[in-house]
């Protein structure tokens, strides 16, 4: 039997439609929908300079890595040239 004869299945078959009371229970009060939005923007200006801190230190930490194997190479003479993974 091929699968061509086979009804078509719609959405409201496989996944159920749900019930509007029961969605509105778990409506969110307003008190705490009032209070979100002035925490998250507190925890933002709290956290961006944070982050901000120390992506600058990881930046410098990998750059003063860099620079002090590279001059390393440059005090030793003319380096010898390396492979692809090497630099």
Known sequence: MST?????????DIVPVSNAASSAD???TSGHNSLN???RALA??????????VATF???VVLADFAFFRL???RNGHP???GLWEF
């Open 4 to 12: 061509m004869s086979q009804p078509i299945q719609t959405v409201e």
């Open 26 to 28: 778990t409506k969110v």
């Open 37 to 39: 939005a002035p925490l």
């Open 44 to 53: 933002g200006l709290l956290l961006s300079p944070l982050l901000l801190v």
């Open 58 to 60: 990881g930046f410098l």
């Open 72 to 74: 390393q190479d440059l």
């Open 80 to 82: 010898q040239p390396k």
